[in-house]
């Protein structure tokens, strides 16, 4: 009895989704002006204060009796690494032409 009514919910959920993807308003200027007023100034924000949380959790690697320095740069250097990548992969994103 679960099975089918999750079923049918799931039928009905997909095409309530197909239909409105077909006549759906065009969302090209909202979404750039949410992305040029709200995601644009909040990045760098939002980043420094993962960054900071990041550099909080690794820093039990710099301290006490058994110091691993190495371990602790590589683990900063791998999320300063993998911003620049995901930055630089939503730039490229951005920069193509719909």
Same mark, same amino acid.
């Given at each position: 009895m679960k099975k089918k009514i999750l079923l049918i919910a799931s039928?009905? #959920?997909f095409i309530a989704l197909n239909a409105a993807a077909q006549t759906g308003p065009n969302l090209s200027g909202g979404a750039n002006g949410f992305l040029n007023g709200t995601v644009k100034p909040l990045f760098p924000i939002v980043l420094g204060i993962v960054?900071? &949380?990041?550099?909080?959790?690794?820093?039990?690697? &710099?301290?006490?009796?058994? @110091?691993? #320095? @190495?371990?602790?740069f590589s683990k900063i250097g791998i999320f300063v690494g993998s &911003?620049?990548?995901?930055?630089? &992969?939503?730039?490229w994103i951005l920069s193509q032409s719909v």
């Open positions: 039928t009905m #959920y960054f900071i &949380v990041t550099a909080l959790f690794n820093i039990g690697e &710099v301290t006490g009796d058994q @110091k691993n #320095y @190495k371990s602790f &911003v620049i990548i995901i930055r630089l &992969v939503l730039q």
